[in-house]
Antibody
């Protein structure tokens, strides 16, 4: 069974940092690209960042470029999102999702990030 | 970045109705578009990939069509469990982008 479990969310002050993790199981992690998607309170889905299977290609939404860094450790079946210089508008539920040829076919349950003073 | 514009932003329908939701891309994206359903408090669920391919496990009343810039999600006969918010997502190139969502509720 495919499982994606996010962790690392919490409350942080503006300008602070957090590192989100996503532990993957039930599939060959290094065969798949991965993405982070977020959803602000009462808002729609926003694709944040993606990484291909071997970390050779990454992408970011413009609003997080230069502040967030996606990475993965295939030996640990884990995906990460390092978030620096956090802003109030980064407050959201952050989902990790598997990116197959069919799109984002498996999702975790999300980890909540609150940026507040 | 490629922008996706969904319409309508919300709709009310009866059980049994046929429902169409459209998604327009700001530039051609081939068939690199998926449709997702999200219910309150839950993670999104993939329904359609490559514009018109039904994802394994998704009910056959869902179908997708289109290519290039104009896409449609159709629910042939709305069921009570289909009341949810629907999003399109382009995975043509980075940064991927979602439409703003269409909330479908009971009339």
């Amino acid at each position: 069974e495919v499982q994606l479990v996010e962790s690392g969310g919490g409350v942080v002050r503006p300008g602070g940092s957090l590192r989100l993790s996503c532990a993957a199981s039930g599939f060959s992690f290094d065969d798949y690209a991965m993405s982070w998607v977020r959803q602000g309170p009462g808002k729609g889905l926003e694709w944040v960042s993606g990484i291909n299977w071997n970390s050779g290609s990454t992408g970011y939404v413009d609003s997080v470029k230069g502040r967030f860094t996606i990475s993965r450790d295939n030996a640990k079946n884990s995906l990460y999102l390092q978030m620096n210089s956090l802003r109030a508008e980064d407050t959201a539920l952050y989902y990790c999702a598997r990116a197959s040829a069919a799109g984002l076919d498996y999702w975790g349950q999300g980890t909540l990030v609150i940026v507040s003073s | 970045a490629i922008q996706l514009t969904q319409s309508p932003s919300s709709l009310s329908a009866f059980v049994g109705d046929r429902v169409n939701i459209t998604c327009r891309a700001s530039q051609g994206i081939g068939n690199e578009l998926g449709w997702y359903q999200q219910k309150p408090g839950k993670a999104p669920n993939l329904l359609i990939h490559a514009a018109s391919s039904l994802q394994s496990g998704a009910p056959s009343r869902f179908s997708g069509s289109g290519s290039g810039t104009d896409f449609t999600l159709t629910i042939s006969s709305l069921q009570p469990e289909d009341f949810a918010t629907y999003y399109c997502l382009q995975d043509y190139n980075y940064p991927w982008t979602f439409g703003q969502g269409t909330k479908v509720d009971i009339k």
